[in-house]
């Protein structure tokens, strides 16, 4: 992507100029505020601006866009709520619209909030803002929390270091306001910027808010003193761990049994009105092509996004859930070791998790991670973890070819080695995305437990839910079109497809990894859905139904019988084996390409990923085959 045309980022900038609700004048100073999730940005924004507000999205985006109004000494002000992210260096969408908000000049003063019960960590957005030259004030949420937790914090100091005013308050204490409207004032007239140059490296941030914090936070209560009870386990080295896994385990449970329902609900909707629309066309002559482009494709594609959306919504909210309250930090504390031998933070261990039941909520999950190179890194890695399609298709197969017990031991080989391919994955792209000069290790401070706000978190979930499945919706419509007029068959008839064809030609090639053609299509379609493999096996080996409907139909062509009985004749202990390692570890589906590109707003970064997979697959599948040969 070509640099942007109005400033020096190196992506398409998502915001230019003046505010599309407030136009800025000479006469109305504008306000920005800057912070990142639950340190009570809103809340300010909301207790200053009160009914003056006006809500949008930024153009092309489901990003809120809030700026209201308010009156000091008879001077209006415009108040913009910046959208609320962990870094201004990282690469989701509410990053690049707050960077480049900031970067044109639109905002008079920028008001940078901090939770000061949590100093240190707070502090990485201020370290981000460095440089920028804009005037701004440094905003300490919470000093009522962080005095109850025997924090104290010399504000005067801290503002003689940075050389901007600090401004101690509780965002919910309405006389607390006063101050900062008397700040504010000044402020516009002083146009106090902070001293220190741009920081470049992470090192130079941390070494930054460590020089800042030096004589100027103290603590008075000990580490136990300052835990609760709960903290006492959930942040022990074994039982900590146990009971994250429990916890996460339990979300994703929920998350599959309302999938489940959302998935039956779309899919006693959308089977009847396809077969009610595939008669209506048939009896007015509608081309077959067209009946099956529309029956067999869009409407079940419709089944696909939803199913895919339900699961990501459950997800997301109890990923949320887990933010919110401040018991995430925690578990993040617990992994930070580990993850960080692989270049990356705690805090990247729960899109991990998140992927055992899908691989595009583990995506989504990386948004917590405030660099962009470990943000690519960790979806890469996390790519490599079975999601609970595959892990059904997998285990369906192994026990059909090498029994219950074989079937087990299949299973516990795909899990270990998926710890090897993140090695692998850490080995090939780590040094390009997460070099150890830029590495941020976990900032040791935990948040204390926060009662969540349920309507915000819905609000949040649901939009990022919506803007997933739309995205996702389109991608899948265009793909599974492509691979509609390829594995079409005029007269129904498979053998007539132009993949059928294809598939017989480079079979030669194909066998050198061990799969036959039609286990090699079946490859290619686990690409667009894993759920779709039984059904293209059923479909080419038994010469029944349509190719097309298996693979996009909501419901897999064929019986568990018919499928391990097709299995079971048609492969080899070796070619089994192998097919099974080639699923697993190929690209997990279209809609987490779609949402990777999403995510990293790369298109070379998610090519490079899908490329490295798809080949990885392959020569894993070659490796497996000609041992399996040795072995069986």
Known sequence: MSNCEHCTSKTCCKYHGTSSLYQKDGNTPVIALLGQPNSGKSTIFNMITGSHQHVGNWPGKTVDQKEGEFKWNGQKMILADL?????????????????????????????IMADASQLKRSLYMLADFVGTKVPAVLVLNMMDVAKGQGITIHTEKLSEKLGIPVVPMSAIRKKDYTLLY???????????????????????????????????????????????????????????KFMAFGIILGIFLLAMIFAGI???????????????????????????????LICDVLVNVLYFAFMMA????????????????????RISFLFDNTMSKVGLQGKTIMPFFMGLGCTIAGTTGTRVVDNWGQRVLAIAMSWAVPCAATLSVVSTIAIALFGSTGGFLVIISIFLFMFLMMWIVYKVFGNSLS????????IMELP???????RNILYVTFQRTLDIFCRALRVITIVSVVFFLLTYGF??????????????????????????????????????????????????????????????????????????????ANFSKAEGLAFIFAISFNMPCISALAATSRETHSVKWTAKIGAFYTGAALIISCIVYHIGLLVF
Request: proline letters at 3%.
């Open 83 to 111: 959208p609320g992210s962990y870094s201004l260096s990282a690469g989701s969408d509410e990053e690049i619209i707050t960077s480049d908000y900031i970067t044109s000049g639109n905002a008079d003063l920028v008001l």
């Open 491 to 568: 007269g129904e008839n498979t053998e007539s497809s132009i993949l059928y064809r294809i598939g017989v030609i480079i079979e030669p090639v194909t066998m050198f990894f061990g799969l036959k053609w039609q286990a090699f299509l079946a490859f290619c379609a686990s690409a667009i859905s894993k759920e779709s493999l039984l059904g293209v096996l059923n479909t080419l080996y038994s010469t029944n139904g349509n190719l097309v409907s298996s693979t996009f139909g909501a419901k897999a062509a064929g019986s568990a019988a018919d499928i391990s009985q097709i299995l079971s």
């Open 310 to 329: 339900s699961f990501v919504l459950g997800i997301t909210l109890g990923f949320n859930l887990m933010e919110e309250t401040g018991y995430l930090a």
């Open 262 to 292: 959302i998935s039956g609900i779309a899919s006693a909707i959308l089977m009847p009105t396809s077969a009610g629309l595939r008669s209506a066309m048939e009896q007015i002559n509608v081309h077959p092509l067209l009946i099956s």
């Open 182 to 240: 008397e700040t504010i004032e000044i402020s516009l007239e002083t146009k106090s910027m902070i001293k220190e140059s741009s920081l470049a490296s992470a090192k130079e941030k941390m070494d930054f808010i460590d020089h800042l914090l030096t004589d100027v936070l103290t603590t008075s209560k000990t580490m136990d003193n300052a835990f609760t009870k709960f903290d006492k386990t959930a942040l022990a080295p074994v039982k900590g």
């Open 448 to 454: 204390p437990y926060h009662k969540p706000d349920f």
């Open 435 to 442: 070099p150890k000069q830029e590495r941020v290790g976990l």
